[in-house]
């Protein structure tokens, strides 16, 4: 399994990003896919989360109602849409697949993960 993620940068606050991560050899019928960050000095933290088996999808409360996430079946791509970015949203900001969705809870320590793009607000 592949994970590489894109569309990471500078931005002043206010601005928006559209992070991309591009998934290869991974495919199910139901799945469960999000975004994590961490930012130096922090723990990792869930951004967003989507489980296509419920659906369902989940967003940590300092993102809620400025991120949204969705995924590209046909090219296997998710993103992650970012708007109203604040100083706090900087981090490195890593793809996750393959994570698990139980009892309607997202756990994103379990899975694949890309590199990671850097997203800087300032």
């Known amino acids: 399994v592949q994970l590489v993620e894109s569309g990471g940068g500078s931005v002043q606050p206010g601005g928006s990003l559209k992070l991309s991560c591009a998934i290869s050899?991974?495919?199910?019928?139901?799945?469960?896919m999000g975004w994590v960050r961490q930012a130096p000095g922090q723990e990792r933290e869930g951004v967003a989360g989507i489980y296509t088996g419920a659906p369902r999808t989940y967003y940590a409360d300092s993102v809620k109602g400025r991120a949204t996430i969705s995924v590209d079946k046909d090219k296997n791509i998710l993103y992650l849409q970012m708007h109203s970015l604040k100083p706090e949203d900087t981090a490195m900001y890593y793809c996750?697949?393959?994570?698990?969705?139980?009892?309607?809870?997202?756990?994103?320590?379990?899975?694949?993960r890309g590199q990671g793009t850097q997203v800087t607000v300032s």
């Open positions: 050899g991974y495919s199910s019928s139901s799945y469960c």
């Open positions: 996750v697949a393959d994570c698990e969705f139980r009892y309607d809870h997202f756990d994103f320590d379990v899975g694949f």
